[in-house]
């Protein structure tokens, strides 16, 4: 396994809206991305850039709502009313090896490998094979098709 970069912390909550004033009036962020909807994954999504070296940005912030009554996160938030960490994302150079690879030490893959909110193919690993973590995987976007909004 070749383990990349924390790109992002997945955050789910009942209100994008509420979260950015928290996170822009406690933490003290101010690079706020354009939320946008994912039907297909029944989310709407929000990246925060934290500050990283040499004036890049460091790891994201994902905040995740739910777009509707059927969103797979209203059981998260259910039992999370406030809302609270989903999953961790860590980048890999080629998607399709590190599927290989869990696949190889047994542990169970949720669905197939899709795109993500960056527009680069993803896929989650189940929290039970992965102490207790939902971890997505992430393909690292390729040289200048890094994604901004
Ligand atoms: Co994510």
Redesign the pocket.
């Known amino acids: 396994m070749k383990l990349g970069r924390l ?2 912390i ?1 955050i789910a909550t009942p209100s994008i809206a509420d979260s950015i004033a928290h996170y822009r009036d406690a933490m003290g962020a101010t690079k706020f991305h354009t939320p946008f909807d994912m039907p297909e994954q029944g989310v709407k ?1 929000c990246f925060i850039d934290t500050p990283g070296q040499n004036g890049t940005f460091g790891t994201q912030i ?1 905040l ?1 709502e739910p777009l509707d009554g059927n969103s797979p996160i209203n059981g998260f938030l259910d039992k999370n009313p406030l809302g609270g960490q ?2 961790v ?1 860590f980048e890999v150079p080629d998607i399709a090896e590190a599927r290989a690879e869990f696949e190889g030490q047994g542990k169970r893959i949720l669905g197939p490998t899709r795109i ?2 960056h527009g680069t193919p ?1 896929f989650f690993v189940h929290p039970k094979d992965m102490q207790g973590v939902l971890t ?1 995987i ?1 393909e690292t976007p390729k040289e200048g098709q890094h994604w901004s909004n």
Request: glycine content about 14%; proline content about 0%.
């Open positions: 790109n992002h997945g999504v994902e995740i989903h999953h994302c993500g909110a993803i997505e992430m």
